[in-house]
């Protein structure tokens, strides 16, 4: 290949992105291939960053197409952005092969193989985010995932203000942040632990200062919590596929979400949500929490797939309801802990060897969901 060293026009663009050799992908996908942990959870970022550039570079290429067909002029030198994201698919597709012969060689590659929805990027997201002999059940992950809706990250500001009330002159150290501890939702023996620990890790002298750094500082895993988004997005997209398990559930789920809605179960949540969170009140979601929307109609509207407008809806007679995106979530984020609670289940399993201490289990709120799905997935 000849050395280009000036973009003279648009010829150097035919230099192709140098791709993996095959005895490179052969070797990756061997036992210890050489992909670990650490790289791993570092290129499935940067898939990430590259997908949302080449995402918006593609949307850059179609706007100028448009104006070229609408005024007859090519403006831009678009073929040069077009050029570009010709490089950034390629580069995008290297990093999945890469990812993918990391997943390929896990101990777990069988439990992501028979689960429709996640694919080797998401895979391997979970595989590098997550040490399962830290994870002796499900619980564990969801909380180390910012999925336990009593997590609450305070910031700075809400650290100093959360002390300020906690910490008295009669109250030591460690009284004060197992207190602090309830009220965002964190393992207090961790906060303690990490308002007693310097950068370096060694241990060190309380103080008011280490101890609103620690709880100023995020409680989970926040790169972990996008992937189960993702991966909640993912098996909503299954739902109708005859294999999507968690599709299923999803589906499902939401059934029984909005029959509870219509009834008036969550009146309280959404009161509480319209009491505690800022919502525009000329949003569609402000009248439902508000209590604009009659049920009956919006039943009727949901019975027969039509959907629900909402100036078809509203009464006098609505009660507090959720809107649609939230009942979406609440099925979604149900999906999302049955797979979190069997990947936890046959990895325990599959690493140590033995049984898991329980298998987690939905009777949380007084919800009667106590009985135990086993995972859909089986060892090769």
């Excluded at 291939?33 to 898939?47: I, K, M, P, S, W």
């Excluded at 197409?65 to 698919?89: C, F, M, N, S, Y």
């Excluded at 002390?163 to 393992?187: C, D, F, M």
């Amino acid at each position: 290949m000849n050395e280009t060293t000036e973009l003279d026009g648009f010829e150097a663009f035919n230099i192709p992105v140098k791709k993996l050799s095959k005895d490179l992908l052969k070797g990756l996908r061997q036992k210890g291939g050489g992909v670990t942990d650490n790289e791993a959870r570092f290129l499935v970022d940067l898939y990430y960053s590259m997908q949302k550039q080449r995402i918006h570079v593609s949307n850059q290429v179609s706007a100028l197409q448009r104006d070229e067909k609408k005024t007859g002029v090519d403006a831009e030198p678009h073929e040069a952005i077009k050029w570009i994201l010709a490089q950034a698919k390629a580069l995008e597709s290297e990093v999945a092969k890469t990812l993918a012969a990391y997943t390929m060689v896990h101990p777990m590659a069988w439990f992501f193989d028979q689960t429709m929805g996640i694919g080797p990027i998401l895979a391997a997201g979970l595989l590098a985010h997550i040490d399962i002999r830290k994870a002796p059940t499900a619980g564990h992950i969801i909380n180390f995932a910012g999925l336990n809706p009593k997590q609450k990250w305070i910031g700075k500001e809400g650290a100093k203000k959360l002390w300020a009330e906690t910490k008295t002159p009669s109250r030591g150290y460690v009284e004060a942040l197992s207190l602090a501890a309830q009220e965002i939702g964190v393992n207090p023996t961790n906060l303690i632990r990490a308002a007693s620990t310097g950068k370096d890790g060694a241990e060190r002298d309380f103080t008011d200062a280490g101890c609103i750094a620690a709880l100023a500082k995020k409680p989970f895993n926040g790169a972990l919590k996008t992937l189960f988004w993702k991966i909640g997005e993912s098996f909503v997209k299954v739902a109708n596929k005859e294999n999507g398990f968690y599709g299923h559930l999803y589906a499902k789920r939401k059934v029984e979400e909005w029959n509870r809605n219509f009834s008036g179960a969550y009146a309280e949540i959404a009161k509480e949500k319209l009491a505690t969170v800022k919502i525009g009140k000329d949003t569609d979601a402000y009248a439902w929490y508000s209590g604009q929307v009659d049920p009956a109609a919006a039943r009727a509207k949901y019975k027969l797939g039509e959907p629900m407008v909402l100036s078809d809806i509203v009464s006098a007679f609505g009660v507090p309801m959720l809107p649609p995106a939230h009942i979406h979530s609440r099925a979604k984020r149900y999906a999302v802990k049955m797979f979190i609670s069997h990947l936890q289940e046959c990895w325990w399993r599959q690493e140590m060897k033995s049984e898991p201490p329980a298998p987690y289990v939905f009777a949380h709120a007084g919800e009667a969901h106590a009985h135990y799905i086993p995972p859909p997935q089986k060892p090769e």
